[in-house]
């Protein structure tokens, strides 16, 4: 499909998107894995967009992943959601923007559960104010933090140093975007596009001038599965889908791979080193694999941040080809430095995983 | 007269949402993921709680089966009648564990696993996944560049702007002990922590 060329039932799934005054809720998963993506967000919104966005000491997880892992009741998830939304009350904030894909789905189920049945935002009520003596009330405008920037694109591409295009040859970098289930596939008209034709990424990346692959198992999940992952003999079952992903996506050659999902992001990054130190297949050029992004590490490299201030050498799988290719101008001396350019060693090579 | 299995099921919301009639159609399997590397069928799943006998239900709950799903909930999307296994898997899950059941399945036996990892994480440092609980051993996948981030956490997360460990805001700040003990109240209150304490109990009588 054109990527200009929309069928009119995505207009559907429009969604009001707060234009400013956001709640933060931070992703456990990212916060871990990709850390600077975390703090990105932040400068990206708070500086470059120029919005106003509180980041509160006392939120915790949103205990989605026990949830989801059916190890946790699901009236205790709601009540913690709740009791999210109550600290949002209190910090005098109506919009609720969380960074974990997993957490949008958990508090868009909990606000649809209580709309529908009413006895159970009433029971929730109950747990709360006998749990921690807390009143809540639900959040104005909740939207996932890939809708700010989606929703601030065209702001973003104006003060852009660099374009999703490949210096080499003027072309459009070729980009695999994929959505976290649980942004849309739950609640479609809570996406941007719904399910099946997703704007969230496909805008920024259109905006920026990138191209969007289009590949037969686009819309597959990634394969966490919860407890699939969690439990370390069930682990073949996300590897394997993954694996069914990049099976799919290798004959189209991406550049890079972009998600809205800290989980994703991690998945596509780790089981290419995977894949490659067990079955000896790689898949980007070179041995090298694909990178594998957030979609603030896009939106932060089209702005020019440094990507070793944003932490992308996290990243198992090295993203150098991609700088090389944007013409981003980096210091390969600085990658694996500490704070203040403290000397911490490097990491230890792969055995059949290309890194620099 | 204690409640049927069948009567208990039939209270979960994410059974009530999850199962209207379901048309046999075979759209959810062909596109669950769980389908294409376990002998798992969410098309068999709601066919048979959609009979409602008892045995069958109870032979459910103590299978390996209903363990399977990874609750991506891309059945939910996919579905023409608005049936959704993923919730129907979510009661399963539920009641299996609420009636003892799971502990007949291995795979139910590994709920022991999830809640001393993930559960317990969430009561002890607020996250569901911290890094100083995720070695290497258990997640080979993560591969060396976790080993260097992990070693050196403190510098890198100081250079990418984090609070690790710290007071007040920011990523991977620690969660202060009056907010972890909100947290505790509320798996108190819920049923989380008496679902803990029956985990542990069961795994140490098997």
Same mark, same amino acid.
């Given at each position: 499909?054109?990527?200009? %060329?929309?069928?009119?039932?995505?207009?559907?799934?429009?969604?009001?998107?707060?234009?400013?005054?956001?709640?933060?809720? /931070?992703?456990?998963?990212?916060?871990?894995?990709?850390?600077?993506?975390?703090?990105?967000?932040?400068?990206?919104?708070?500086?470059?967009?120029?919005?106003?966005?509180?980041?509160?000491?006392?939120?915790?997880?949103?205990?989605?992943?026990?949830?989801?892992?059916?190890?946790?009741?699901?009236?205790?998830?709601?009540?913690?959601?709740?009791?999210?939304?109550?600290?949002?009350?209190?910090?005098?904030?109506?919009?609720?923007?969380?960074?974990?894909?997993?957490?949008?789905?958990?508090?868009?189920?909990?606000?649809?559960?209580?709309?529908?049945?009413?006895?159970?935002?009433?029971?929730?009520?109950?747990?709360?104010?006998?749990?921690?003596?807390?009143?809540?009330?639900?959040?104005?405008? $909740?939207?996932?933090?890939?809708? $700010?920037?989606?929703?601030? /694109?065209?702001?973003?591409?104006?003060?852009?140093?660099?374009?999703?295009?490949?210096?080499?040859?003027?072309?459009?970098? /070729?980009?695999?975007?994929?959505?976290?289930?649980?942004?849309?596939?739950?609640?479609?008209?809570?996406?941007?596009?719904?399910?099946?034709?997703?704007?969230?990424?496909?805008?920024?990346?259109?905006?920026?001038?990138?191209? %969007?692959?289009?590949?037969?198992?686009?819309?597959?999940?990634?394969?966490?599965?919860? /407890?699939?992952?969690?439990?370390?003999?069930?682990?073949?079952?996300?590897?394997?889908?993954?694996?069914?992903?990049?099976?799919?996506?290798?004959?189209?050659?991406?550049?890079?791979?972009?998600?809205?999902?800290?989980?994703?992001?991690?998945?596509?990054?780790?089981?290419?080193?995977?894949?490659?130190?067990?079955?000896?297949?790689?898949?980007?050029?070179?041995?090298?694999? $694909?990178?594998?992004?957030?979609?603030?590490?896009?939106?932060?490299?089209?702005?020019?941040?440094?990507?070793?201030?944003?932490?992308?050498?996290?990243?198992?799988?090295? %993203?150098?080809?991609?700088?090389?290719?944007?013409?981003?101008?980096?210091?390969?001396?600085?990658?694996?430095?500490?704070?203040?350019?403290?000397?911490?060693?490097?990491?230890?090579?792969?055995?059949?995983?290309?890194?620099? | 007269?204690?409640?049927?299995?069948?009567?208990?099921?039939?209270?979960?919301?994410?059974?009530?949402?999850?199962?209207?009639?379901?048309?046999?159609?075979?759209?959810?399997?062909?596109?669950?993921?769980?389908?294409?590397?376990?002998?798992?069928?969410?098309?068999?799943?709601?066919?048979?709680?959609?009979?409602?006998?008892?045995?069958?239900?109870?032979?459910?709950?103590?299978?390996?089966?209903?363990?399977?799903?990874?609750?991506?909930?891309?059945?939910?999307?996919?579905?023409?009648?608005?049936?959704?296994?993923?919730?129907?898997?979510?009661?399963?899950?539920?009641?299996?564990?609420?009636?003892?059941?799971?502990?007949?399945?291995?795979?139910?036996?590994?709920?022991?696993?999830?809640?001393?990892?993930?559960?317990?994480?969430?009561?002890?440092?607020?996250?569901?996944?911290?890094?100083?609980?995720?070695?290497?051993?258990?997640?080979?996948?993560?591969?060396?560049?976790?080993?260097?981030?992990?070693?050196?956490?403190?510098?890198?997360?100081?250079?990418?702007?984090?609070?690790?460990?710290?007071?007040?805001?920011?990523?991977?700040?620690?969660?202060?002990?009056?907010?972890?003990?909100?947290?505790?109240?509320?798996?108190?209150?819920?049923?989380?922590?008496?679902?803990?304490?029956?985990?542990?109990?069961?795994?140490?009588?098997?």
């Amino acid at each position: 499909m054109s990527n200009n %060329v929309f069928p009119a039932v995505w207009r559907d799934y429009q969604k009001e998107i707060a234009n400013d005054d956001y709640y933060y809720a /931070r992703s456990c998963i990212r916060q871990n894995f990709f850390p600077g993506s975390e703090e990105t967000f932040l400068r990206i919104v708070g500086k470059t967009v120029g919005k106003n966005i509180f980041d509160d000491a006392h939120q915790t997880t949103c205990s989605g992943i026990a949830y989801h892992c059916g190890v946790v009741p699901m009236q205790t998830t709601m009540t913690v959601v709740a009791r999210q939304f109550s600290l949002m009350n209190e910090a005098g904030y109506k919009n609720f923007v969380p960074s974990c894909v997993t957490s949008f789905g958990v508090y868009s189920e909990a606000i649809e559960v209580w709309n529908e049945y009413p006895e159970v935002l009433e029971e929730t009520r109950k747990h709360l104010k006998a749990s921690t003596g807390r009143d809540f009330q639900i959040p104005e405008n $909740i939207v996932h933090t890939s809708d $700010i920037i989606y929703k601030y /694109r065209n702001e973003i591409a104006a003060k852009a140093k660099y374009r999703l295009i490949n210096k080499n040859t003027g072309k459009p970098l /070729r980009i695999v975007e994929h959505i976290g289930c649980h942004y849309a596939k739950i609640f479609p008209h809570k996406g941007v596009g719904g399910a099946e034709f997703p704007q969230v990424l496909a805008g920024m990346i259109n905006a920026w001038g990138g191209e %969007v692959v289009d590949y037969p198992e686009r819309r597959h999940c990634c394969g966490f599965g919860f /407890r699939n992952y969690i439990i370390k003999s069930d682990r073949s079952y996300p590897i394997s889908n993954t694996k069914i992903k990049f099976d799919s996506m290798e004959p189209y050659k991406p550049d890079f791979i972009v998600t809205n999902c800290p989980g994703c992001t991690y998945f596509f990054d780790r089981w290419q080193y995977a894949i490659a130190e067990m079955d000896g297949k790689t898949y980007g050029e070179n041995g090298y694999g $694909i990178p594998s992004l957030t979609y603030e590490e896009m939106s932060g490299l089209i702005l020019g941040f440094d990507p070793w201030e944003m932490g992308m050498q996290l990243h198992q799988v090295s %993203v150098e080809p991609l700088l090389d290719k944007m013409g981003i101008q980096y210091n390969p001396k600085e990658k694996y430095l500490g704070y203040n350019k403290e000397e911490i060693g490097k990491p230890e090579k792969p055995n059949v995983l290309k890194v620099f | 007269m204690s409640e049927t299995l069948y009567q208990q099921l039939k209270k979960d919301i994410r059974f009530i949402e999850g199962l209207h009639a379901c048309i046999n159609c075979g759209t959810c399997t062909a596109v669950c993921p769980a389908a294409q590397f376990y002998p798992y069928d969410p098309r068999l799943i709601a066919i048979t709680v959609e009979k409602g006998d008892e045995a069958e239900l109870e032979q459910l709950l103590k299978s390996d089966t209903i363990w399977y799903c990874g609750e991506c909930l891309s059945c939910k999307t996919r579905c023409p009648r608005g049936n959704t296994p993923g919730y129907i898997i979510q009661a399963l899950r539920n009641l299996s564990i609420n009636t003892g059941f799971y502990a007949f399945s291995e795979k139910g036996r590994q709920q022991i696993i999830v809640k001393r990892t993930v559960g317990d994480n969430i009561l002890k440092h607020g996250y569901c996944v911290y890094i100083d609980e995720l070695t290497l051993r258990e997640h080979p996948e993560q591969g060396p560049i976790w080993d260097w981030y992990r070693n050196n956490a403190t510098s890198i997360l100081q250079r990418l702007g984090a609070n690790y460990k710290g007071n007040g805001a920011g990523t991977m700040r620690k969660i202060s002990q009056q907010d972890l003990d909100e947290l505790k109240q509320i798996f108190d209150e819920t049923g989380a922590t008496e679902r803990f304490e029956n985990l542990e109990k069961n795994h140490h009588e098997q």
